[in-house]
């Protein structure tokens, strides 16, 4: 499933997928610029002064918030080597993570994963260069940036890191 077809399903895209010219490759460090071109879509973005990133999605811009997103993404993607590639076994390890640890952490602390976690062949196709099924994309937000902070701390996204090259 492409990364459309999930923000279409996850909410209500009133517009066919566009085609988004990529305006530059960016590096890990310069992700800002994607946040920035939300704002300048209308999305509400809110830059912490400790470096921090949140917006709100309020229902009725549900829609024109995924489709900011989507677009910002497509316009400014990372540059491929600069995107972590999983090796056989994490992705199976992340897999197992989420279904038996970040899901029902999750749902202790009062969060509901909205979508029905995919198969372990789903979670495979999910998976690209640049996206790929992660449960903190199916609970109910919005959440302040005070609180997700707070529940990455109690519910880590990913239950490691890739060492870093010397």
């Not at 952490?105 to 998976?127: Q, W």
Request: proline share 8%.
């Amino acid at each position: 499933m492409s990364q459309w077809a999930i923000e279409q399903e996850r909410y209500t895209i009133p517009v066919e997928r566009p085609d988004v010219a990529v305006e530059r490759f960016i590096n890990a460090d310069e992700f800002l610029v994607v946040y920035e071109c939300m704002a300048d879509a209308g999305v509400p973005i809110e830059f912490g002064e400790d470096g921090g990133i949140s917006w709100t999605i309020a229902e009725d811009a549900a829609g024109s918030t995924a489709l900011a997103e989507y677009t910002c993404t497509a316009q400014y993607p990372f540059y491929p080597p600069q995107v972590r590639h999983f090796t056989e076994e994490q992705h199976a390890y992340l897999y197992d993570y989420y279904q038996d640890v970040l899901i029902p952490c999750l749902l202790m602390e009062g969060y509901e994963v909205s979508d029905a976690a995919p198969t372990r062949k789903e979670f495979d196709d999910l998976t690209t260069l640049d996206s790929f099924w992660n449960p903190y994309d199916f609970i109910d937000y919005p959440l302040d940036y005070d609180e997700l902070e707070a529940l990455y701390a109690t519910c880590p996204s990913v239950p490691f890191r890739a060492p870093v090259a010397d």
